[in-house]
């Protein structure tokens, strides 16, 4: 077998048993091995975005506090 084919059975074999291994569901396993490994497979290989120098900065997550109006004193 090929190293793919090798990766989707285990794969299938794993949601097999998280399902409680239930009789009868070989082909969907399979094809939903397929489908997840696929899917991590292209988001692998997507590079990355390049940030532009004016985001590059982190965020701090931190909004700046508007500043209230001193008290009225009598």
Do not use: F, I
């Given at each position: 077998m090929t190293d793919k084919t090798e990766e989707v059975k285990l794969r299938s074999y794993l949601i097999w048993e998280s399902?409680?291994?239930p009789d009868g569901a070989s082909q969907?396993?399979?094809l939903r091995a397929?489908?997840?490994?696929a899917s991590e497979q292209a988001a692998a290989a997507k590079?990355?975005?390049a940030r532009s120098p004016r985001t590059s900065a982190p965020k701090?997550?931190?909004a700046k506090a508007a500043k209230s109006p001193a008290p009225k004193q009598a």
């Open positions: 399902e409680g291994r969907d396993h399979w397929e489908a997840e490994l590079p990355a975005k701090t997550g931190k």
